[in-house]
């Protein structure tokens, strides 16, 4: 439990693990107060261990339970055995955290709404929120302060919009879909024709469709198509500063990093994984089940299920091995050279001795 | 054309040939009620090819019209032939769609406008938008909601704020800009002076000047000059997510592809193109014409005309062949271990002779 | 000086000499109007050398003054020798210019505050800004239009809030922080335990806790913890568009730079500096005074005082000498096939004549 406020509920290690499932090995009374790291963990709480980094806190940890997987380890406290414990404890956050309340403002006085536009039940419209002429909003939306939703756009049920979030005209977001502040979506793709040197704008005609269950982090950006639309797939987050280009195609579950960079025109299959800071260049197809490795830079297809790194991206295990090679590059070129050298003097001896029938002087 | 409601005016293929140029082969009286991509037209759709990795659709395309360089492929359809098939549809796009609309709203008694600020005719200016003391806004500008105008900014005609965009105060941004959500121009650039262990902040007494015709994408920050202004020059084109430090000069007509980095007080010629994710070091001068490969890391000026790639970047036709071959570091580093013990073993048979006059013991 | 307007008072090189100490040499009464590079200067400027890349604008300077080091240049007008040149630049330019002056507004009526918030003396809070429920302020703040701060928010005394940046719920921020448009403190971890191929999303129930005097760019995002506190340390700056990852901890006085971005659960210690667009990964460890050159991936902890470089980082020198070889990795190729190809006719040589003891066919 952090040092900031995070009223709890009380409840038994019996209770947690009815929720979770799993077996439970200690006193089902074990009181659970809150949920922390190991490092962090205060009594009362419960915790968990995943990363086998983590094993040596186990001696430390004033946690009060365990959260562990089949592989049981040694520990002082009652544990919860079950087949995922990232997942366990991810449930157990809920279950005594919740997921964000937001504040019940009805539709605010001070928001700018179009007279046209459809507002569901039971949304909240912050202050100076501008929902505009033709928008339709399903219901339990929350469109906090400063949000910006364009012409036309479509959003679906238990949506949120976080503060100064933009969404241009004519898009649409899905059900229960986050859009974190200060992130984009629509906004016009970097379409040029250049001609005598001057470049002349594009229209982008296409728009945004973000289906439901998508995130899409803070400061990022989704532009929208040139002719068909940019989407990007059922259940897909996108971390912070993300930018995805005009026309491009993301498939449903993808896992999309912070500062990842995908340019227009380009395909992703259904769970994807990019790392921090990938780049992928257009009118590309990645598979499904691609895995690219953080600051990967792919300027080819990937096939379904393939894990690529470096750049130009290439099979993961022969990258790694490649990458780390290349510190040892100076030490290359020297053992190259002293190759050279000693040839030189091989061929230097052999010329110097009567030969039979090998022409040492083509040795060189 | 795409899933969203576009509406466009019909046209014959005959008007379209007019309004663009070239040579019609087939029916002039056509009727074309759309643009799209040749995959995803629909009958009454305009298409074009450019890049010869779709020329295998045109086999299945559904397009009523195909807009074609001279290099003319079999189709099945009447063909308009240009010399620059892309600017062409590019200017059929805006004849059929045209570029954004934006809403007549006046200036809306919700946004805050300084009561010396200077607004000219037939501006729209939104709920929520601000404009501070001292500002001076052409005619024809948008100012979309919650775009914030610092004091003593101009703004010249026809140029459009997206919303959420900050412009701070004192910058100068000309006409026809386009500047897009989220977008931050004139924050004060990375400056600070280490004494003893402290970081002290340098003011940053510079401005920004955004020449005509630019356009900077969404998320982007441009960083006012410590000293002297940061400029980009006219016609210049930024993507999303953006930045350019304090007091770098860009010049006129160049691409700057979406999470660039160029750090503070370098400058560029003209007609620069800079691939994605590309960053830039301080205090270096890219002449005109540059182009640098996405992903690149540019450490020392760039000659006119050149054409770099790789991190620390070096010419494109070196670094393309170089980066492709860093899979081959383990293969290369195997292949020097076999030369060592190939070479040992000849070293030693040598030696296990008699020789003349040469000293194998010396090889090594 | 730059050509927008910035007021500035006139000195004479005396009272600049007393602000800022060092050594006179030249007309104290030399007026002083202002302050500019060296080919920027214009009369009545005062100017300084540090980067020797400049000494050649001595010559065509239009500065009436200089500041430079103990390395005393030859010139032709006043100087003032000081031991460090760049902050005693800056002392002079906060003479001279000041930092940002913030209009006096007040707390807005079209602000939307939140009847609980409490708001020190001398806050100014713009139009269309919102404090929510349980924010406290303290004095001497500016929270400027479309800024969010979010519910249960703190904020130290003389901290500035620029136009549309979002801090969300329950984040501590301290005093004298300048926080720049479009930024993001404490939207949501990229935290999801995935379970049978759907991301479910944790709940992320730490906050952010900003230090006293840290200054964050521009369109940069800091994630809040998904249990602990993201923690950036007291006086670190940090660029635009920046991403920190959820629990980790930057020690006091860190530069980092631009498009830098950090996963989650890593800790810098103090005084580290990160350049342009450098990638940390998550859950390791950089120490105090750790350096990493720009476009650097850091995959692994890192000692403290140690400069590294490149993807995976390793020790700067290492680095900068393998990376600049790998243009050369066609010619080692070419030179390994070379050393094989003289190998082999060795080989055949030896072996065409009559052996004693030694088998060459065993080499090949």
Do not use: W
């Not at 439970?24 to 490092?39: E, F, N, Y």
């Not at 709480?45 to 980094?53: G, M, P, Q, T």
């Amino acid at each position: 439990m952090d040092s900031m406020d995070n009223s709890t509920q009380k409840r038994t290690l019996r209770e947690i693990a009815e929720h979770v499932g799993g077996q439970l090995c200690g006193d089902p009374d074990t009181t659970i107060l809150g949920a922390s790291t190991l490092s962090e963990a205060r009594e009362g709480d419960i915790s968990f261990l995943v990363n086998r980094k983590y094993t040596r806190q186990l001696e430390t940890t004033r946690a009060s339970a365990l959260i562990v997987g089949r592989e049981i380890p040694e520990a002082r406290v009652p544990l919860l055995v079950v087949e995922d414990p990232y997942f366990a404890f991810s449930q157990v956050l809920v279950l005594l955290y919740g997921q964000r309340k937001h504040q019940v403002v009805g539709i605010s006085p001070r928001a700018a709404i179009a007279p046209d536009a459809q507002i569901g039940e039971d949304c909240q419209i912050h202050d100076f929120a501008t929902v505009a002429s033709g928008v339709r909003i399903g219901r339990g939306c929350v469109v906090y302060p400063c949000a910006y939703i364009g012409e036309g756009v479509e959003i679906g049920d238990d949506t949120i919009i976080h503060a100064n979030a933009v969404v241009y005209e004519r898009c649409r977001i899905g059900r229960r879909v986050l859009i974190h502040a200060n992130s984009t979506v629509g906004s016009d793709g970097f379409g040029f024709a250049t001609h005598n040197g001057v470049h002349h704008k594009i229209p982008q005609i296409g728009g945004v469709i973000v289906e439901d269950d998508v995130e899409i982090g803070a400061c990022s950006s989704i532009e929208r198509g040139t002719l068909s639309d940019t989407v990007i797939g059922q259940g897909s987050k996108l971390g912070d500063l993300v930018t995805i280009g005009h026309g491009t195609r993301i498939g449903p579950h993808c896992l999309i990093v912070a500062q990842v960079g995908i340019a227009g025109s380009a395909t992703l299959g259904h769970h994807c994984t990019l790392g921090g800071q990938v780049g992928v260049v257009g009118h590309i197809a990645l598979g499904d089940h691609v895995t690219v490795a953080a600051q990967a830079g792919v300027i080819n297809n990937v096939a379904d299920g393939q894990i690529v790194a470096g750049a130009p991206a290439v099979d993961m295990n022969r990258a790694r091995r490649a990458y780390a090679m290349i510190p040892y590059l100076p030490q290359i070129r020297q053992d190259i050279r002293d190759l050279q050298n000693q040839l030189e003097k091989i061929a230097a001896a052999l010329e110097a001795r009567p030969t039979d029938s090998a022409e040492p002087q083509d040795v060189e």
